[in-house]
């Protein structure tokens, strides 16, 4: 009874050391990425657990026999028999762009492991999605740059310019750093000002992390407005010796300059000129507007607007004219009537 005694518990550690190696037998599946699926440079492997092992083991290679410098594996302790858990999955970044990669997994306890799961495969995007403004569209000297994220990378990088091939004085470029795996975020878009009217400006972007950087793949085009839309009064209409001129609002531009004048040409003594500081987007402040008054009566005048930044001006608004009445309509008492001796006239 002794020697049972002192056997029962070696008897029941052994069992229990079989029991594991037992179950490491059992190979995990593979839940997600899906088989050769394309995916972002960073991502999730996921699997389902194996009950009562030690851990798992990880593989990811660019190539199937995962012999290649860049195989990486990493082990995950065992936690329980949940499948939600942090043991049966593993965050991949710093992937290299435009590559396919091979993963898989096996269970292990401490004398044996399982077989390798079976092999799958994904490729990694070579790209980022421009989102706005589209291409072949019109725009305003200022606008915001913007594109999709691009999961787990480590920053973006951009480019604008008014040549194709992104070779001129004004280029501008820069980079953000990565912020999450939201397209909300500040880090996907960039605002860009000051840009020249008339002109077409062509950009794109690109992602890259500690290893890598995709392709510069899409480049999207946009033309920046040229001129200004007045408002009131009408063409050809005729109009009080005074009223506002009024025009459509040009988003994020420095000031508008208007003109004035009893010429077509502009060149009259009797031109006025002004400036309007620019307020805000909206076309109903003081600055798309001003007020003239003391206009000769009966007298035919042409007015136009244009806008500024800080390295441009667009070309004058089309020229509107309105002609100022040169008489008074009576209103009572009617012609012809009787009236008393006493009347408002």
């Not at 052994?14 to 997600?32: E, F």
């Not at 499948?83 to 762009?97: I, P």
């Not at 501008?172 to 996907?188: I, L």
Request: net charge positive; aromatic share 16%; proline share 3%.
């Amino acid at each position: 009874m002794r020697h049972l005694k002192f056997y029962f518990p070696l008897l029941l550690l052994v069992l229990g050391l079989w029991n594991k190696s037992h179950a490491a037998t059992t190979t995990p599946t593979l839940v997600s990425p899906s088989n050769n699926t394309t995916q972002w440079a960073g991502l999730t492997l996921d699997w389902n657990a194996v009950s009562s092992v030690h851990g798992y083991q990880v593989q990811w290679d660019t190539l199937p026999d995962f012999s290649s410098a860049v195989q990486r594996k990493v082990t995950k302790l065992y936690i329980n028999t949940s499948s939600s858990n942090t043991d049966t999955e593993q965050l991949l970044t710093n992937l290299y762009f435009g590559k396919i990669y091979y993963w898989r997994v096996r269970a292990y306890v401490t004398a044996d492991t399982s077989a390798w799961s079976q092999m799958r495969l994904f490729s990694t995007r070579n790209y980022v999605t421009t989102t706005s403004p589209a291409s072949n569209t019109t725009q305003y000297s200022a606008v915001y740059l913007d594109w999709d994220a691009h999961h787990y990378v480590s920053a973006y990088d951009w480019e604008l310019d008014t040549l194709p091939n992104f070779s001129s004085n004004a280029k501008r470029q820069g980079s953000t750093n990565y912020v999450g795996t939201s397209s909300t975020n500040t880090d996907t878009q960039v605002w860009t000002n000051n840009l020249f009217f008339g002109k077409t400006y062509y950009w794109r972007v690109r992602a890259r992390n500690t290893v890598d950087t995709t392709a510069w793949v899409e480049t999207r085009f946009f033309k920046v407005t040229n001129a200004l839309n007045l408002t009131s009064p009408s063409n050809g209409t005729t109009q009080y010796s005074g009223l506002y001129l009024d025009w459509y609002s040009s988003y994020y531009v420095t000031a508008y300059q208007w003109q004035l004048d009893t010429s077509a040409s502009f060149n009259s003594p009797l031109l006025r000129t002004g400036e309007n500081l620019y307020t805000n987007t909206f076309s109903d402040n003081p600055d798309t507007y001003t007020l003239q008054k003391n206009l000769l009566f009966g007298q035919k005048y042409y007015w136009r607007v244009r806008a500024r930044n800080t390295v441009d001006t667009t070309e004058w608004s089309s020229v509107w004219y309105f002609t100022t009445t040169n008489t008074l309509s009576l209103t009572s008492p009617s012609n012809g009537t009787t009236q008393y001796s006493g009347l408002y006239l």
